[in-house]
């Protein structure tokens, strides 16, 4: 089935590590977009990318990273430099800009400082 | 209020009632809004869209009203059932594919 997929569910590091989340999709979509939610809030963007080997900062960028080497691809890495990384993070995709197309949303990734 | 950071707004609805959900965007050169539904744990799912040359969408038991001028957006749903409970997000997507969300409403329909 073609789908957006987040790995692992659920993820617990250690203060002063840093940490990758998977994101992988099989939809052919162009571009790609991380966010972060709290509890009881909304979606707050990460980074995105309009295309492979191309990522823009959204509104909370710092301590966080990103590549796009792939199509399929778009791992997170919560840096150490993240004082608050404890958070639901949700990967989505959608077709070309153009298109003017809904974002598809992977199930998430719930991420533990401990 | 819409604020990210804010605690969400909720709504209580009695079923078969409708529903009316508003959220406030913030640019006006924003040409596509969608409205998301998410229920706890898991990732937000499509409900519709509406592009800005549209001032009304409709789809099963919901439809979109766009108002540009005020930059207003709202999501209603037509006889509400228990399937609904859920926190309901309206989107905007602005030039260079940027896609960014309101804060959200929590739904809750009483038997």
């Known amino acids: 089935d073609g789908g957006i997929t987040q790995s692992p569910k659920y993820l617990f590091r250690k203060e002063g ?29 990460i980074y995105y990318s309009q295309i492979v080997n191309d990522f823009q ?14 199509k399929e691809s778009f791992p997170l890495t919560v840096t150490s ?9 949700l990967c989505a995709s959608s077709a070309e800009p153009a298109l003017n197309t809904e974002a598809f949303f992977g199930q998430g990734t719930r991420l ?3 | ?32 809004f969608i409205w998301y539904k998410q ?13 800005s040359n549209m001032d009304k969408r409709q789809g099963q038991r919901v439809t979109v009203l766009l108002n540009k001028t005020v930059k207003h957006l709202s999501l209603q749903i037509a006889a509400t059932q228990p399937g609904d409970s ?19 409403t929590r739904v809750l329909v009483k038997p």
């Open chain 1, 17 to 45: 590590q840093n940490v990758t989340l998977s994101c992988e999709q099989n939809l052919n979509h162009d571009a790609m977009y991380w966010y972060r939610q709290d509890p009881g809030q909304g979606l707050r963007l």
């Open chain 1, 57 to 70: 900062k959204g509104d909370i960028a710092e301590g966080y990273s990103v590549s796009r080497e792939k």
């Open chain 1, 81 to 89: 430099a993240q004082k608050n990384p404890t958070a639901f993070y």
């Open chain 1, 112 to 114: 533990t400082v401990v």
């Open chain 2, 1 to 32: 209020g819409e604020s990210v950071g804010l605690h969400l707004p909720t709504l209580s609805v009695q079923e078969g009632d409708n529903s009316i959900i508003n959220c406030a965007y913030s640019n006006s050169a924003s040409d596509y």
């Open chain 2, 39 to 51: 229920e706890s744990g898991k990732g937000p799912q499509f409900i519709i869209d509406i592009r």
């Open chain 2, 86 to 104: 859920a926190v309901y997000f309206c989107a905007e997507k602005a030039a260079g594919n940027k896609l960014t969300f309101g804060g959200g």
